[in-house]
């Protein structure tokens, strides 16, 4: 979950679906958002695996200004201007967020996840 302070861009990524980066992909991603821990323009919430989840996320979307959501497939990239459907994506970002965890919670579960990357 990554949250811009100015709103003007979201992002929920499902970790699960991280596994097709491979190993050296994913040892930078997860170098990447350690970066953005305490920027002062960014939220990083990460969903632990064991959270209990009102509602699976299901694909990758990306809400830009609250008049655009990029909802990213296996086959394609969907851009929605619709206000009803970003209204939806919207709830579901809000939804998705309390099961989130920041700050140091979060720093410790990618540092979890980068040793374990390491011990494999």
């Known amino acids: 979950m990554l949250?811009?302070?100015d709103s003007t861009a979201t992002s929920a990524i499902d970790p699960a679906g991280m596994n097709h980066f491979g190993d050296a992909r994913l040892h930078t991603w997860t170098l990447r958002l350690m970066a953005l821990i305490g920027l002062d323009t960014t939220d990083l919430g990460v969903i632990p695996p064991a959270a209990t989840l009102k509602?699976?996320?299901?694909?990758p979307f990306w809400v830009h200004d609250e008049r655009l959501v990029m909802v990213e497939t296996w086959h394609?990239?969907?851009w929605i201007d619709d206000a009803d459907?970003?209204?939806?994506?919207?709830?579901?970002w809000r939804t998705l967020r309390e099961s989130a965890v920041y700050g140091a919670d979060a720093q410790e579960l990618i540092s979890r996840a980068r040793c374990t990357l390491?011990?494999?």
């Open 85 to 92: 459907a970003i209204a939806l994506h919207l709830r579901i």
């Open 76 to 78: 394609a990239e969907r």
């Open 118 to 120: 390491h011990a494999g």
């Open 3 to 5: 949250t811009s302070t």
């Open 55 to 59: 509602i699976p996320p299901t694909v």
